[in-house]
């Protein structure tokens, strides 16, 4: 496995060591053991979720504000863009964000740290996106921030405007939003 650090460097890029002939391809998708290493910090993950969404849909930027969750996000049809941005009030890239292209073929994943609000839009016909979490859901913290606030500046690689649920819609600018103070 390669872990490379973004932008943000709490927020890795993980490369699984793929072996592959006529026949398919064999990959570790995950070890925790390796996994720690690369990050540096020990994870303990609780949830694991699977959505599929049709072209244009971008979800997010979600986050809970309190119970936060570490996500490791990868995709295993189609493509997506996917999204970290840091809303952790304390930190040096409070409000900067980092952001991959994750697809089927290239199997890359994405470790979106606790502290850190998270999208995607479908660049495919569709998507599975697969992701394990830190902590379990709780709808009673979720919150959303607005997937285009000029505050952002998020380089969104479509030219159409995307199929937003209503709750996504009612997302809020960076400004208006609650973030973490210590996470």
């Excluded at 994870?43 to 694991?48: I, P, T």
Aim: aromatic fraction near 14%.
């Amino acid at each position: 496995m390669i872990a490379t650090q973004l932008t943000i460097p709490e927020v890795f890029l993980i490369e699984p060591k793929v072996f592959g002939d006529a026949r398919g391809f064999f990959f570790e998708s995950f070890n925790l053991r390796e996994f720690e290493q690369a990050i540096g910090e020990q994870v303990s993950f609780v949830q694991a979720n699977h959505s599929r969404s049709a072209r244009r849909v971008l979800r997010g930027l979600h986050y809970q504000i309190r119970q936060p969750q570490g996500k490791l996000v990868r995709v295993v049809a189609g493509e997506v863009f996917d999204v970290a941005v840091d809303l952790r009030r304390s930190s040096s890239t409070f409000g900067q964000w980092a952001g991959e292209i994750l697809n089927a073929e290239n199997k890359k994943q994405l470790w979106v740290p606790a502290g850190f609000a998270h999208g995607f839009v479908v660049l495919s016909e569709y998507a599975d996106f697969l992701y394990q979490t830190t902590d379990y859901w709780a709808p009673q913290y979720e919150r959303c921030i607005i997937w285009n606030d000029p505050a952002l500046k998020i380089d969104w690689p479509i030219d159409e405007e995307p199929v937003l649920s209503e709750k996504d819609r009612q997302g809020l600018p960076l400004k208006l939003a609650e973030v973490y103070e210590a996470v």
